[in-house]
T-cell receptor
Framework: DTEVTQTPKHLVMGMTNKKSLKCEQH?????MYWYKQKAKKPPELMFV???????INESVPSRFSPECPNSSLLNLHLHALQPEDSALYLC???????????????FGQGTRLTVV | GIQVEQSPPDLILQEGANSTLRCNFS?????LQWFHQNPWGQLINLFY???GTKQNGRLSATTVATERYSLLYISSSQTTDSGVYFC??????????FGAGTTVTVRA
């Protein structure tokens, strides 16, 4: 099973709302990622968790707050977003080998977020 | 970070045609992947190929790591092959960098 599951698939939220995106994998992967993809652009890395610890934050604004409750789950909490944050948010996971290096990444179907 | 360049940016094919997509990268890599993004946004893994040659049905890929490029071959293209093809690389440091993609349109 090489499946990464994201919910919801679509989300419309107002600028004063708080919402969360969820991601789950059962492949035993110890690295999990959030990416953001704007229309007609490649995905861009936001956050990386390795062994449930935040290891990379690519200077993402604090209105995006990641959380990794356990090795299978990854959340992205959203608060006070702007219309320019509208995008496809992709979750991914990968195995970690030799204790520290990632391998092949597998992506979820994404959450298409619209901020109004 | 590693720079990734894909060519061509756009490709229009007649059904049944063959094509080659190219990915150049600026530094040595531990991981290299080819993805197909479908119209719904799903990134589908095509190949994990940091070096060597692999084949899967009508698709094949070759990576020449010493010369820092990878090629994706599509043979006997079908309309379902339409979409955006991404090459992505990293050094094993979790920072998977994507090229800008090649948009493939296959016409019946």
């Amino acid at each position: 099973d090489t499946e990464v599951t994201q919910t919801p698939k679509h989300l419309v939220m107002g600028m004063t709302n708080k919402k969360s995106l969820k991601c789950e994998q059962h492949m035993g992967h110890r690295a999990m990622y959030w990416y953001k993809q704007k229309a007609k652009k490649p995905p861009e890395l936001m956050f990386v968790y390795s062994y449930e610890k935040l290891s990379i934050n690519e200077s993402v604004p604090s209105r995006f707050s990641p959380e990794c409750p356990n090795s299978s789950l990854l959340n992205l909490h959203l608060h006070a977003l702007q219309p320019e944050d509208s995008a496809l948010y992709l979750c991914a996971s990968s195995q970690v080998r030799r204790g520290s290096m990632n391998t092949e990444a597998f992506f979820g179907q994404g959450t298409r977020l619209t901020v109004v | 970070g590693i720079q990734v360049e894909q060519s061509p940016p756009d490709l229009i094919l007649q059904e049944g045609a063959n094509s080659t997509l190219r990915c150049n990268f600026s530094d040595s890599v531990n991981n290299l992947q080819w993805f197909h993004q479908n119209p719904w946004g799903q990134l589908i893994n095509l190949f994990y190929i940091p070096s060597g040659t692999k084949q899967n049905g009508r698709l094949s890929a070759t990576t020449v790591a010493t010369e820092r490029y990878s090629l994706l071959y599509i043979s006997s293209s079908q309309t379902t092959d339409s979409g955006v093809y991404f090459c992505a690389v990293d050094r094993g440091d979790y920072k998977l960098s994507f090229g800008a993609g090649t948009t493939v349109t296959v016409r019946a």
